[in-house]
């Protein structure tokens, strides 16, 4: 007896696998996010396998948020990762991918929420321009105006120094993400401040309006009408850069950044500060005193006058309101 071996004719060829492939394959577009492995770096990118009939490509500057000299710095072989499909199939219907384009997305939604908690961060300053400083926040350049860098050095010398910083302007669609080191200082000095407190400062600028006065490292407003109760023409007459003066704290705005400052109010009788500004200066802590004890006597007569208005909204009760109900049994 003769043993025959039959032979089995699959009959799957080429075409059959291709279109095998065509039936399974997914659909990838552009704007996508992807779960990727890495099949193979190169000298200036990396090919990655998403599970598309041909290996994705990212590109080196395509890698990160922030600049990288080879792949090796954000991508290992067989790590699996989430990657952006920036670009469609070239003719060699090959995906482009990119890892920037995620953490851009990302580093803007933390910007959003670190906004929203008005919080306070720190970054190292990068360049200097005409118009300010340049620093980066998750990644993301932002920029200092010059008017809201509160520091005593001159501009060229922040390259490298790392600055407490508050948001002032988060705009992704613009591009636009403008930070305060003013308003930080401000707000932690503000800590520490109270209105009707006296402190003694430093004249740091005159303008028509008023005179910008340094209080232990951050700058008041010391405006013109708050000067004196006597008309003043130009703060000029009054002041000059680097004098030593002392003035009231009349509010504290956080969210602007903003100190006012009074020797107005710090006057013992009206034209003190043009006639003799040395008596205002002795008899500042009393004056002040005053003025914290009024401020406290209107405090407390608006909140009485508040508790009035409750209680006349309050409806009088009437027989029925008071009367004790009637049980009835089931």
């Known amino acids: 007896m003769v043993n025959q071996e039959k032979t089995l004719d699959v009959g799957f060829t080429h075409a059959d696998f291709a279109a095998l492939l065509d039936r399974y394959d997914y659909h990838f577009n552009p704007g996508d996010i992807v779960a990727g492995t890495v099949f193979s770096i190169e000298p200036k990118g990396a090919l990655i396998d998403i599970g598309a009939k041909t290996a994705a490509y990212i590109p080196i500057q395509e890698m990160s948020i922030n600049r990288i000299e080879s792949p090796e710095e954000v991508l290992q072989p067989n790590e699996t990762r989430e990657f952006f499909i920036l670009a469609d199939e070239n003719e060699e219907g090959q995906l482009t991918l990119s890892i920037r384009r995620i953490e851009y997305m990302r580093a803007w939604e933390r910007v959003r929420q670190l906004q929203a908690e008005d919080a306070t961060v720190r970054s190292q300053v990068f360049a200097i321009n005409r118009g300010g400083a340049l620093v980066r926040i998750e990644g993301l350049r932002g920029f200092i105006p010059g008017s809201h860098i509160s520091t005593r050095v001159n501009k060229e010398e922040l390259v490298g120094e790392e600055l407490p910083l508050k948001f002032l302007e988060v705009d992704e669609e613009r591009n636009r993400l403008v930070l305060s080191h003013r308003r930080a200082l401000v707000e932690r000095k503000m800590n520490k401040l109270e209105v009707g407190e006296v402190v003694v400062g430093t004249v740091r600028g005159i303008k028509p309006y008023g005179a910008f006065i340094d209080i232990g490292g951050v700058s008041g407003l010391l405006h013109i009408s708050e000067i004196s109760h006597d008309h003043i023409d130009t703060p000029h007459s009054v002041f000059n850069v680097n004098d030593q003066v002392k003035v009231m704290i009349i509010d504290l705005d956080a ?17 003190d500060m043009v006639k003799n500004p040395q008596l205002v200066y002795e008899k500042a802590e009393e004056m002040a005193a005053r003025y914290r004890q009024q401020l406290l006597q209107q405090q407390q007569q608006a909140t009485a006058e508040t508790t009035e208005e409750v209680i006349e909204d309050i409806p009088e009760a ?7 109900p009637i049980l009835q049994e089931a």
């Open 255 to 271: 969210e602007r950044g903003r100190i006012s400052l009074s020797t107005k109010q710090l006057e013992p009788e009206p034209g």
């Open 318 to 324: 009437t027989e029925d309101d008071t009367a004790e």
